[in-house]
């Protein structure tokens, strides 16, 4: 692994506990439709904060194109690499079965070196819902390249919902206005990133609605809608580390799907969402449109009168809005002191099916097949973890009367939140949310419980930007002892090679550029040794 700067990072407890074989996955169909994309990944500048900076586009916007595709399709992308630096794309929260040869992350692809371009080709499977695309390397999500994936259901399979009068993707994140280089080299020396300049939606910054906090002349986000009608909000957490509270001034927000699963549907006046996250909500236009009104992001978990400047501001405008939105934001919750709140959303978010698939094994405390991770956050900051190629059941978390929030900032864990076997008999088995990216809160711990019905190596990260690249990761490795491809697909023909391996790699020709080999460097020798036991594998 790369040189791992322990810091102040949070310390990720990955208990596996039982590991089994992984049950056969069906065949592949060949005959499903394919999506085509040939993007270009470069750097252009921008001006989200009113300051000029590097920002990275696919194919020439920022945010990137949205994948929009459905049920078990394929999706082949060519990415060329026209950054100074090299470049994985992932594909969070999407399933690739059999296949994590396009997953995209160290350990698993060796990099598209600058200068170079490879095609990603996969296919999208029995999985619905809004899911984002980033750059996985090295901060580089901190200067953008994210887009949104929406994966529709197929006409057979009916959707909970009416279908929505349009279809809406926002994200949100907080920025620097530093670019990537310079952030990493922040962490490399040790340092912490310390507070956002702001938050963006959708690239731009905030809507001037106080003239003291934001300066003039920034370009902000409006959403145009019908009044009487209803959108499906597509809302991704794309930011470095802050989570964040979304509301939209004077509408609820109907939960209706989080990566891929849809929920028991329930009405928020706003909902926290952390780093990597990803929900869809309905909101109906049922206001009288006297103004424009107020989307807003606020930083949670910090001290917020500190962190007013933390605050991404979009404009919801009807078409027949009477004037432009004035007057304060909407309030964040209030509950500084006792964040409980957070936690009681978090566990009132429900799936749809009750009880879930595989509620009988794990009551029956049968963990064949299964695998259980706990997620320990030591840290007085939110962290989020996400799973590459499966979702998993979020089954527990702390209690949240056990939690130190009425002592923000400092946390006692030989009082709190230490996780123990006898936690189990907490955990929620019936009706476990089924999702890829979990928030763990501070000096608590999270439960999950993995089915490990994908064969493959698959990373376990933190998303929180900073915290993974200080070396918050681990794989999960799951083989079949059969030998067979049915449950994998064999190393594809364009596989890129690097580290001990870079000697089968053959070198590429560029029109505009002469032949190039892939860069190589001591920290690429331990995940080229993963690649090349998987590889080792019958
Ligand atoms: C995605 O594609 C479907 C048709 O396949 C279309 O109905 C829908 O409007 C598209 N959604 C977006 C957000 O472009
Ligand atoms: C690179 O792009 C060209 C087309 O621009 C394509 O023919 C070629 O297959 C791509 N190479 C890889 C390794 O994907
Ligand atoms: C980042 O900014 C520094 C100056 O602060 C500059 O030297 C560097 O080239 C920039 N990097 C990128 C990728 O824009
Ligand atoms: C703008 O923000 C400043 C600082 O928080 C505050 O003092 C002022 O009252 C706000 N102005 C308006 C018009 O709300
Ligand atoms: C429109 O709604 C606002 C509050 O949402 C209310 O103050 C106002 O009186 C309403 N205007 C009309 C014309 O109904
Ligand atoms: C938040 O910061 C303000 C300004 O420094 C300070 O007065 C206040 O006590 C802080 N609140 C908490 C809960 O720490
Ligand atoms: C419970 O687990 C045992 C083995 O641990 C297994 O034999 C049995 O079939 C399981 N029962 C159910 C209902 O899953
Ligand atoms: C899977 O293996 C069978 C038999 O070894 C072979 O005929 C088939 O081409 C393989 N399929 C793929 C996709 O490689």
Same mark, same amino acid.
């Given at each position: ?9 949070a310390a ?10 992984a049950?056969?996955?069906?065949l ?7 999506a085509?994309?040939?993007w ?9 904060l ?5 920002v990275?586009?696919?194919a ?40 994590c ?11 598209i ?9 996969f296919q999208?499977?029995?999985?619905i ?9 090295g ?9 949104g994936?929406?994966?529709n ?13 349009g279809?809406i993707?926002?994200?949100?994140g907080d920025?620097?206005?530093k670019?990537?280089?310079?952030l ?10 310390g ?7 959708n ?7 106080n003239?003291?906090l934001?300066p003039d002349?920034i370009d ?7 009044p009487?009608?209803t959108?499906?909000f597509?809302i991704h ?9 979304l ?9 209706v799907?989080?990566?891929?699963t ?56 009807y ?17 500084f ?10 566990r009132?978010i ?7 698939r595989?509620?009988?094994?794990v ?10 991770i706990?997620?320990q956050?030591?840290?007085?900051r ?6 590459d190629?499966?979702?998993?059941f979020?089954?527990g ?21 230490e ?9 929620? =088995? ?6 890829? #990216?979990?928030?763990?809160f501070p000096? $608590? !711990?999270?439960?999950?419980?993995? +089915? @490990? ?5 698959w ?7 900073d ?10 490795k ?8 049915k449950?994998?697909l064999p190393v ?11 000697y ?6 560029h =029109? ?6 892939v #860069?190589?460097g001591?920290?690429?020798? $331990? !995940?080229?040794?993963?690649?090349? +036991? @998987?590889?080792?594998?019958?």
């Amino acid at each position: 692994m790369e040189e791992v700067v322990a810091g102040r990072a949070a310390a990720l407890a990955v208990v596996l506990l039982l590991m089994a074989a992984a049950a056969a996955a069906p065949l592949c169909c060949a005959n499903d439709p394919t999506a085509y994309f040939d993007w270009d990944v470069s750097y252009v500048t921008a001006s989200p904060l009113g300051v000029p900076q590097q920002v990275i586009a696919v194919a020439k916007q920022f945010p990137g194109p949205i994948v929009n595709v459905t049920t078990n399709w394929n999706v082949v992308v060519n990415v060329r690499n026209s950054l100074d630096e090299d470049l994985l794309l992932t594909w969070d929260g999407i399933q690739m079965r059999k296949n994590c040869w396009d997953d995209g992350v160290l350990g698993t692809n060796c990099p598209i070196p600058p200068g170079w371009n490879w095609t990603y080709d996969f296919q999208v499977k029995d999985q619905i819902g809004s899911f984002f695309y980033f750059p996985s390397l090295g901060l580089q999500r901190a200067a953008g390249g994210y887009g949104g994936i929406i994966v529709n259901s197929r006409d057979v399979v009916p959707v909970p919902f009416a279908k929505p009068d349009g279809d809406i993707t926002l994200f949100i994140g907080d920025w620097y206005i530093k670019n990537h280089t310079d952030l990493r080299k922040m962490l490399d020396d040790g340092k912490d990133l310390g507070m956002p300049d702001g938050v963006l939606m959708n690239g731009k910054g905030p809507y001037r609605y106080n003239a003291t906090l934001v300066p003039d002349g920034i370009d902000h986000e409006t959403i145009n809608v019908e009044p009487g009608k209803t959108y499906r909000f597509r809302i991704h957490n794309v930011g470095v580390s802050t989570s964040l509270n979304l509301r939209i001034q004077n509408h609820n927000l109907l939960l209706v799907e989080t990566e891929g699963t849809h929920t028991l549907q329930q009405s928020y006046t706003n909902l926290d969402i952390h780093v990597g996250q990803s929900y869809s909500f309905l909101v109906t236009m049922d206001q009288n449109a006297s103004s424009d009104y107020y989307i807003v992001a606020s930083a949670r978990f910090v001290n917020e009168s500190l962190w007013t400047r933390v605050t991404g501001v979009a404009i919801l405008h009807y078409s027949n809005s009477r004037g432009k939105a004035s007057g304060p934001l909407p309030d964040p919750p209030n509950d500084f002191y006792y964040k409980g709140f957070s936690m009681n959303q978090a566990r009132s978010i429900r799936p749809l099916d009750q009880p879930p698939r595989i509620g009988t094994s794990v009551i029956n405390g049968s963990y064949r097949g299964f695998m259980e991770i706990v997620f320990q956050n030591d840290d007085t900051r939110v962290q989020t973890y996400h799973i590459d190629g499966y979702s998993v059941f979020v089954v527990g978390c702390v209690q949240a009367t056990s939690l130190p929030f009425n002592r923000p900032y400092a946390h006692d864990r030989m009082d709190y939140g230490e996780w123990t076997e006898d936690r189990r008999d907490t955990y929620n =088995k019936w009706d476990a949310v089924y999702r890829s #990216t979990t928030q763990v809160f501070p000096g $608590a !711990w999270t439960a999950v419980y993995v +089915s @490990l019905d994908n064969v493959g190596i698959w990373n376990v990260r933190a998303e929180n930007l900073d915290t993974w690249y200080l070396g918050q990761e681990a794989y999960m490795k799951i083989v079949n002892p059969e030998r067979t491809n049915k449950t994998e697909l064999p190393v594809p023909d364009n596989v890129l090679y690097c580290g001990l391996l870079q000697y089968l790699q053959k070198p590429q020709t560029h =029109k505009h550029s002469s032949a190039s080999s892939v #860069t190589n460097g001591g920290k690429l020798l $331990a !995940w080229v040794l993963l690649l090349a +036991s @998987l590889a080792m594998v019958p």
